[in-house]
């Protein structure tokens, strides 16, 4: 991935030197910031020196010039030292995406759908990171990450305000590991993106299409961003990082003296290997007391178990990854399933990549009649492409076959699924980091 445009601003990128321009009645300082090639300009209205004016008078003045250009640069030194390094970093992807399918069991017709789509390989986002350095190893710093839509007028400035992927503030230390508190990634996130042969996205993974749609946290969708988080990230212990996350859930069903403080709160730990060509992740997420409204229905108020485990390796010519997870909801709502997948990616030509994957999803509801006996399974073919155009810059496009059981909730990528009928979608789009 293409590095961000970086904007810094620290105290060893001072003025290197000042500039003295004069533009008729006009006097312009020129400040060079020594790293990063920024330049700053401040300019000052300063009374015309006519030409009658004595040669002493004009010293007078020359001197006056020089006085206010160094107490602007003195400023702006100043004001640099204050300020902390913040990068500007985010992903424009859009692309074109056509569905098509049968109706499903019982029904005649078929399901179509064709349009233009944001985020189809990697969410579309505006983010901004800033750290500032405390001295004696510590480091504070924050994200603030936005979703983009750039098929519709949506995201940042929408009448539903910002759409948060990311915002939080934290405190780290080389040795002792970091703590943040915020909205923030669960450890499924990063987890099913790095074993997947398309990353984490929503349109060309099956292990993010099945994940999601069965309502799982471990998956690289909106379910694995939890609210008022505390997170804390272990350092890197030869290639091993742990992570442990609680969402608190500060339930108000019935009111708050009716609520247990983890009433809805979400718990998950994982832990990362990553050395050279291989990668292993073991994740465990837990959301506690599921409560749903108060008085909460029969049956409801307990935990839903998650557990995850996968693994890539990189042989240079081929990188080949899998995955298996499973869900133990223990409510009467009973959405247990399990979802395992199987990927590849081939390097072809200089900067071109062939994208192959598959997954599958097995519900196990049992025979209770509330539950709607979600006893089917849903599979999912993916072939996929993606080529560098520059450092910043992509296309990718793919085909998935997507073959739903009768007793399934009907998955597909692009909305047309059904339970018990096939469906098959093509799309293609560019993505570009800055």
Known sequence: M?????????????????????????????????????????RFHVDSVRSHRS????????????????????????????????????????????????????????????????????????????????GNGLKASFTLEYALYLDQN?????????????????LSSGKLGSVALGHQYAPGHDASTNNSPFGGSSHLSPQAILSSDAGNTITPAS???????????SPDFSGFTGKAVYGFGESSLGGYNNASTTDNGKFGLGGNYANGPLNVDLVYQTRQRVNVAFPNPAGMGKDIDEGYIGASYDFK?????????????????????????????????????????????????????????????????????????SRRSSFYAGYLYVDNGQDSLGVSPSGVGAPG?????VLAGIRHTF
């Open 223 to 233: 379910g694995s961003h939890w609210n008022n988080a505390l997170a804390y990230t």
């Open 421 to 425: 009928e096939s469906n098959q979608t």
């Open 55 to 134: 040669h002493r008078s004009h010293r007078r003045h020359s001197v006056q010039r020089q006085d206010i250009a160094l107490a602007v640069a003195s400023l702006a030194s100043s004001v640099a030292l204050a300020q902390s390094n913040v990068t500007i970093y985010g992903i424009a992807d859009v692309g074109y995406i056509y569905g098509s399918g049968d109706a499903g069991a019982g029904k005649s017709g078929s399901n179509t759908f064709s349009g233009v789509e944001s985020g189809m390989q990697s969410g579309s986002r505006l983010g901004f990171k800033g750290s500032e350095d405390l």
């Open 2 to 42: 293409a590095m961000p445009v970086q904007t810094q601003i620290t105290r060893h990128a001072i003025a290197a030197r000042i500039a003295y321009i004069e533009f008729g009645s006009e006097f312009a300082s020129l400040t060079t910031i020594a790293r990063g090639g920024a330049v700053r300009w401040q």
């Open 317 to 389: 010519v081929v990188e080949v990854s899998g995955s298996y997870q499973a869900q133990n909801d223990k409510n009467i709502t009973r959405m247990d399933n399990a979802t395992w997948t199987l990927g590849a990616v081939v390097a072809v030509m200089a900067a071109s990549r062939i994208h192959f994957g598959y997954g599958r999803t097995d519900w196990n509801q049992g025979d209770n009649a509330a539950t709607g006996m979600l006893n089917g399974r849903s599979e999912i073919y993916m072939l996929g492409w993606s080529t560098s155009l």
């Open 154 to 170: 949506s995201g940042i400035g929408n009448s539903g305000g910002p759409n948060a992927r990311q915002q939080f503030v934290a």
